[in-house]
């Protein structure tokens, strides 16, 4: 946040007319949603102002000065909605703590990453990249994290900053789009995704929770409080879990894999087969 | 202290600006109604922004901002259902489409950067993101069933 002058930011009226123009022909439009097989894929305000944001950054509108002086705009944003989360988890606190083991092992959840990406990366090509693209969801702590440990160019370095680049630009949207069409399509309850919402991020958990709400507007209130209550628990616990489970379970898998196919390829009598 | 404070102040109040709108626009909550609500949001989040810079912790802002607002709205704290009834008239989607607007104008940057990571990165990030989404939400299905809590 102290890298661009707040000042600076305040007096950018541009940018500050453009997002208010976003913001009320996008929610003006209003929500559609697309059926796709038993799902639904929801497309919200929140998903055009995005995109249109994002399109006006290659037009004369905006400038690159203008798409930096947008970052603590976000910063402090997310503080406004971490702050509206509170807000709604105060009154349901009984809720929140009777579904408290719930909450704390979602968190294990983040393995799913590990069981489903790593696999894959490796699959694909990728070596020690894998760790670092595959042991969490790459937000800033865990970039801290594996730069600490492993040097910003090394593998495994390169490979979180992937991710995160990733996460930095479609996280967000991603996670928009697939949790309204995962609530819908699966048999799995709209609460459960909920929790899953709470990746620790707040623009992220923000949008998966806003397709759920989307979808489910008699329930807001509980996947506001549940979203918020398990985003909360990622923030202060993710770090953690990442150093001490996630990153550790990520290079032991990795080392198993590659001596399967070490001897897959010694049993197939060289590189070649 | 003072400096960044004002700062705050105003940042928070243009994006209170564009949230309001969004209500307004979004959910046909008039602007005023929505003001009590919005200032409170923004006193929360100025007193946890404040106390991450005066407290010696490494909590990050929004963990005393998240605390502080379950606080002053839990059942039976004074003034709680003050609380409650202001900032109900704020859709937490109002706020989360003007994050989504900056965030949209300022990836732009990142633009050039996210072209380069080429297909496999794309697949593997993807997947990062589906595992840990997928995986969360089955956890809690299985203990949430079995709580009986839906």
Redesign the interface.
């Known amino acids: 946040m102290e890298k661009v002058e707040l000042k600076k930011v305040i007096k950018d009226w541009r940018l500050h007319a453009i997002a208010f123009i976003l913001v009320a022909i996008t929610e003006a439009i209003g929500q559609f949603s697309i059926a796709v097989g038993p799902g639904v894929i929801l497309l919200l305000p929140m998903l055009y102002a995005f995109f249109l944001g994002l399109g006006l950054y290659f037009t004369p509108f905006i400038s690159e000065k203008n798409a930096k002086n947008a970052e603590p705009l976000i910063i402090l944003g997310v503080t406004l909605l971490i702050a509206k989360i509170g807000v709604t988890i105060g009154p349901q606190i009984e809720a929140i703590i009777a579904a408290g083991p719930a909450l704390l092992l979602q968190e294990l959840g983040n393995l799913g990453t590990i069981f489903l990406a790593l696999p894959l990366a490796v699959l694909l090509g990728f070596r020690r990249e894998s760790i670092g693209m595959t042991h969490s969801i790459a937000r800033e702590p865990n970039v801290g994290l594996i730069v600490n440990k492993f040097g910003f160019s090394s593998p495994e370095g390169r490979g979180v900053m992937a991710v995160y680049i990733f996460g930095t630009v479609f996280g967000a949207v991603f996670l928009g789009l697939i949790s309204g069409l995962l609530a819908t399509a699966t048999p799995l309850h709209p609460l459960s995704f909920a929790m899953a919402s709470g990746v620790g991020s707040g623009s992220m958990m923000a949008a998966a929770s806003g397709s759920l709400i989307g979808a489910y507007p008699e329930l807001e209130e509980q996947i506001v409080a549940f979203a918020g209550a398990s985003n909360l628990l990622s923030l202060s616990t993710g770090l953690y879990f990442s150093i001490f489970i996630g990153l550790p379970l990520t290079e032991k898998l990795y080392s198993i894999m590659m001596r399967r196919s070490e001897r897959k390829l010694a049993k197939g009598g060289g590189p070649d087969a | 202290m003072l400096k960044?404070v004002i700062?705050?102040t105003?940042?928070?109040a243009?994006?209170?600006?564009?949230?309001l709108?969004?209500n307004?626009?979004?959910?046909d909550v008039l602007p005023w109604q929505a003001i009590p609500g919005m200032l409170?949001?923004?006193a929360?989040?100025l007193a946890?922004?404040m106390l991450e810079k005066a407290l010696p912790f490494s909590?990050?802002?929004?963990?005393y901002?998240?605390?502080?607002?379950?606080?002053?709205?839990?059942?039976g704290?004074p003034g709680?259902e003050y609380?409650?009834a202001w900032?109900s008239q704020?859709g937490?989607?109002?706020?989360?489409?003007?994050?989504?607007?900056?965030?949209?104008?300022?990836?732009?940057?990142?633009?050039a950067?996210?072209r380069k990571?080429g297909f496999?990165?794309?697949?593997?990030?993807?997947?990062?993101?589906?595992?840990?989404?997928?995986?969360?939400?089955?956890?809690?299905?299985v203990?949430?069933?079995w709580?009986g809590?839906?």
């Open positions: 960044s700062e705050w105003w940042v928070l243009i994006f209170g600006i564009a949230a709108i969004g307004w626009f979004g959910m409170v949001l923004i929360v989040s946890g922004l909590m990050p802002a929004v963990g901002i998240g605390i502080l607002a379950i606080l002053i709205s839990l059942p704290v709680s609380v409650v900032t704020i937490i989607l109002a706020l989360a489409t003007p994050i989504l607007a900056y965030a949209g104008i300022s990836v732009g940057s990142n633009w950067d996210f990571l496999r990165s794309f697949l593997v990030a993807i997947s990062v993101f589906l595992g840990t989404f997928l995986g969360s939400a089955l956890i809690a299905e203990i949430l069933r709580q809590i839906i």
